[in-house]
C-alpha cells in the first residue's frame, strides 16, 4: 500500500463546480492507475472515474459528460472536474491508487491496493 491524499472537497450549491486532487507523495504517479470513488450515507461505495497509467479514461453514467479525470504526472496529481454538480452527488469521496505501469486499462470496481481518506462535497443551497 502506498499513502494517497485527497483534497478540493466543500460546500457548492447546484449547478456549481469543484476540482478535486489527489496526489501520491513519495511514488511515480505514472506507475499507478487511479480511481475516483464516492460513498453516500447508507449507500454503497460508487465508482466514477478512473485513469490508466496511459491515459486511458473510464466514466460512471452518473457523472459522464459532467466529470472529466485528468492526470498531471510532472505534479504528481490526478485531478477530477465536477461541473455541473446536483444534490445527489453529495457524498465522501475517495481517491484510490493500484501500481500497473504501461496499462491502458483502468478499472471502475473498487479493487484498489490503496486508498485516501476521503474528501466530503455537499451539493446544496
Known amino acids: 500500500q502506498i499513502q494517497v491524499v485527497e483534497s478540493g472537497g466543500g460546500l457548492v450549491q447546484p449547478g456549481g463546480s469543484l476540482r478535486l486532487s489527489c496526489e501520491v507523495p513519495g511514488r511515480q504517479l505514472n506507475f499507478y492507475m487511479i480511481g475516483w470513488f464516492r460513498q453516500a450515507p447508507g449507500k454503497e461505495r460508487e465508482g466514477l472515474s478512473c485513469i490508466s497509467t496511459t491515459g486511458g479514461k473510464n466514466y460512471a453514467d452518473s457523472v459522464k459528460g459532467r466529470f472529466t479525470i485528468s492526470r498531471d504526472n510532472a505534479r504528481k496529481t490526478v485531478y477530477l472536474q465536477m461541473n455541473s454538480l446536483k444534490p445527489e452527488d453529495t457524498a465522501v469521496y475517495y481517491c484510490?491508487?493500484?501500481?500497473?505501469?504501461?496499462?491502458?486499462?483502468?478499472?471502475?470496481?473498487?479493487?484498489?491496493?490503496?486508498w485516501g481518506q476521503g474528501t466530503q462535497v455537499t451539493v446544496s443551497s
Open positions: 484510490a491508487a493500484n501500481w500497473n505501469p504501461r496499462s491502458p486499462i483502468c478499472t471502475l470496481s473498487p479493487q484498489y491496493n490503496s
